[in-house]
Nanobody
């Protein structure tokens, strides 16, 4: 069963913008935070940005001032606005949700299938 669905990836030129969206299934009975990670071949998956239910945000140093994460938790949705994109931002971007999918299930991390972002020069 697909619990997280990402969209908005694509091919853009350096300096342009892209907006990613992630929708978590209504199966979640609790969501504590949602965020975005990215991964390129041969590298570890790294945190890009995250936001908690109380609106606390966290950004990787490499994207501060360029990316903005926002959330609509009532709709189980998180967005990542990416401005001034660089070639180095090219990666598969994964949505993450920390929460519970049932009252008898503990808190866990859940991942989407990823959306490709390619930035050309």
């Amino acid at each position: 069963q697909v619990l997280l669905v990402e969209s908005g990836g694509g091919l853009v030129q350096a300096g342009e913008s892209l907006r990613l969206s992630c929708v978590a299934s209504k199966s979640f009975v609790e969501i504590r935070s949602m965020g975005w990670y990215r991964q390129t071949p041969g590298k570890q998956r790294e945190l890009v940005a995250s936001v908690t239910r109380t609106s606390s945000t966290n950004y990787a140093d490499s994207v501060k001032g360029r990316f903005t994460i926002s959330s609509e938790f009532a709709e189980n949705t998180v967005y990542l606005q990416m401005n001034s994109l660089k070639v180095e931002d090219t990666a598969v971007y994964y949505c993450e949700c920390i929460g519970r999918v049932g009252p008898g299930i503990g808190v866990n991390n859940y991942w989407g299938q990823g959306t490709q972002v390619t930035v050309s020069s």
